[in-house]
């Protein structure tokens, strides 16, 4: 039962830009909409790490790492958050997730992002 449906990874050279998206496939909007949601990455052979944080209130944090290239926003209409990332070069190179900050939730399968030189 998948909770969370991470989308918009691919293939993309260093320089250019991907825009991600989390859908909470089984929150309800009155779960979805007040949560903390976190954007994680894993890159190969590395643990996951937080990249940035987007409140029920839309205020962000980010990652000192990703700061001024990532971007976080949401639609609670489409129970679903964003991540746009922007001036991408290989580092970026992970599979990507969004969980709840708090009561964090099964993870959900990701979404390769693949940023070659």
């Known amino acids: 039962q998948v909770h969370l449906v991470e989308s918009g990874g691919g293939g993309v050279q260093a320089g250019g830009a991907l825009r991600l998206s989390c859908r909470g496939a089984?929150?309800?909007?009155?779960?979805?909409?007040?949560?903390?949601m976190g954007w994680y990455r894993q890159a190969p052979g590395k643990q996951r790490e937080l990249v940035a944080t987007?409140?029920?209130?839309?205020?962000?944090t980010d990652a000192e790492s990703v700061k001024g290239r990532f971007t976080s926003s949401r639609d609670n209409t489409r129970k679903t958050v964003y991540l746009q990332m922007n001036h991408l070069n290989p580092a970026h190179t992970a599979v990507y997730y969004c969980?709840?900050?708090?009561?964090?939730?099964?993870w959900g399968p990701g979404t390769q992002v693949i940023v070659s030189a």
């Open positions: 969980n709840r900050q708090i009561q964090e939730l099964p």
């Open positions: 089984r929150l309800s909007t009155r779960t979805f909409n007040p949560a903390t």
């Open positions: 987007i409140t029920g209130d839309r205020a962000t």
